[in-house]
């Protein structure tokens, strides 16, 4: 696993080597052994985290303070100020973006579809409408499948430059379309107010380094998925 330690924000990318983390496909016993072994090793006795049901749009949940751990509800991001409650977003491919605030925390989950509706940057305009200076937050993005790898068809590159044209220097074309997933989620961040020297990245594409991520691309479908999550401790 990749870990960051900012102040008193842990951030935590999963790798291949950690196992299959979809703990939405396990049963209580088998959710609560693969989260002990999570702790284990960022050196932390976590509280089990709160994840949602993604669905490849735009909707972010905020965390109620009385809410349990597990899924929170269908959607692709997670708001919270509590102290202590991990968050996460389960990916294989797509970019998981978690952001830190002075209060508050979100964890995104970013595929080409929610990207084109800009989940990144609604995430931030969500934040700052609950007092955090989008000047002030920190962005962590976590492996994805690169732009090498990710191949849209014909019709995919117009309907995001239909909703905004800067879009456009994500795309290249080769054989098919590549969209720089990574590069236009930075772009929708920074132009919702993130500084880019706050934007911190594990490069890596999950699909050219199957090897060491789950990537279903890669793999020729679902066959584990990495778990993103970020916590204030």
């Known amino acids: 696993m990749r870990i960051f330690r900012e102040d008193n ?16 496909d396990m049963d209580d016993f088998a959710f609560g052994q693969a989260w002990k072994e999570i702790c284990a090793g960022t050196g932390h006795d976590l509280a089990r985290p709160r994840f949602v049901r993604q669905v490849h749009g735009d909707a972010i949940i905020d965390l109620a303070p009385e ?13 919270t100020a509590e102290r202590g409650v991990p968050i996460g977003v389960f990916t294989a491919d797509c970019l998981p973006i978690l952001i830190a605030g002075h209060d508050r925390i979100a964890a995104i989950h970013a595929g080409w579809k929610g990207t ?3 989940i990144a940057g609604n995430a ?7 007092s955090e200076q989008p000047a002030a ?3 962590f993005f976590g492996p994805c499948i690169g732009s090498c790898c990710l191949e849209l ?49 594990v ?8 090897d060491r991520y789950f990537s279903y691309r890669g793999d020729h479908g679902r066959h584990g998925s990495l778990f993103s999550f970020i916590v204030r401790i």
């Open 203 to 210: 490069h890596d594409c999950t699909r050219c380094r199957a």
């Open 116 to 118: 084109r509706l800009d």
């Open 153 to 201: 068809g014909e019709e995919v590159p117009p309907t995001f430059i239909e909703r905004d044209s800067a879009a456009a220097s994500a795309f290249s074309h080769g054989r098919k379309w590549h969209l720089d997933l990574r590069g236009l989620n930075a772009l929708q961040l920074m132009r919702a107010g993130i500084r880019p020297e706050t934007l911190r990245h």
């Open 9 to 24: 924000i842990l951030i935590v990318f999963s790798e291949r080597s950690d196992g299959d983390l979809r703990f939405s």
């Open 67 to 79: 809410g349990q751990p597990g899924s929170q509800g269908e959607a692709d991001g997670l708001i």
């Open 137 to 139: 937050l920190r962005a």
């Open 124 to 130: 931030v305009r969500r934040l700052s409408a609950s």
